[in-house]
């Protein structure tokens, strides 16, 4: 099993919303990520667990607060987030300095 | 901080012809990754580079790293339309941490 789950695809949410995306991996990858992908640019790190530990923070806004409850399931919870967060969440998963598979991503629109 | 950057930004070819983008890095890398991202779609890892000088073929597809490790460059033999899409380099900073370059896009015209 080569894949990275993602879900929901796509999530439509208010400002006022919460809401959590979700990742689940079965490759047996210590290290996953959070990406986000605005239109035509380079996927941007967010957020990286190693061991199940958030290892690596990139100043991201708290409204966006990232979970590990275990070795296959990452999870980011949503909360009070603005326009110009609507954008291509991806999920990513890999070996120590190896290649990192990602997940089709969740699409997100905050209105 | 570390930068990727890639040249071209954009590319249109007409199919058969050949395509080459370049991925320079503001630092010397240990190793370098190549993903492809289908219009619609999500990075699919390419190919890891790791050896100064290394030249790696995947069918069309020929990927060098240069001898300095700051450079790299994927070059595609005959362009066919399954080729669209948008290609990254993405560069090692620290133990997990890997920086996309800014991609290449590119189109190819039956």
């Known amino acids: 099993d080569t894949e990275v789950t993602q879900t929901p695809k796509h999530l439509v949410m208010g400002m006022t919303n919460k809401k959590s995306l979700k990742c689940e991996q079965h490759m047996g990858h210590r290290a996953m990520y959070w990406y986000k992908q605005k239109a035509k640019k380079p996927p941007e790190l967010m957020f990286v667990y190693s061991y199940e530990k958030l290892s690596i923070n990139e100043s991201v806004p708290s409204r966006f607060s990232p979970e590990c409850p275990n070795s296959s399931l990452l999870n980011l919870h949503l909360h009070a987030l603005q326009p110009e967060d609507s954008a291509l969440y991806l999920c990513a998963s890999s070996h120590l300095e190896r290649e990192a598979f990602f997940g089709q991503g969740t699409r997100l629109t905050v209105v | 901080g570390q930068q990727v950057m890639q040249i071209p930004q954009y590319q249109h070819v007409q199919e058969g012809e050949d395509f080459t983008t370049y991925c320079n890095s503001s630092t010397t890398l240990s190793n370098i990754q190549w993903y492809k991202q289908r219009p619609g779609g999500h990075p699919v890892f390419l190919i890891q580079?790791?050896?100064?000088?290394e030249v790696k073929k995947q069918k069309r597809l020929t990927f060098q790293f240069g001898e300095a490790k700051k450079n790299s460059s994927l070059h595609i033999t005959a362009t066919q339309t399954t080729d669209v899409g948008t290609y990254f380099c993405?560069?090692?900073?620290?133990?997990?941490?890997?920086?996309f370059g800014t991609g290449t896009r590119l189109k190819v015209l039956a």
């Open positions: 993405a560069g090692p900073w620290g133990t997990y941490k890997y920086i």
């Open positions: 580079l790791v050896k100064s000088g």
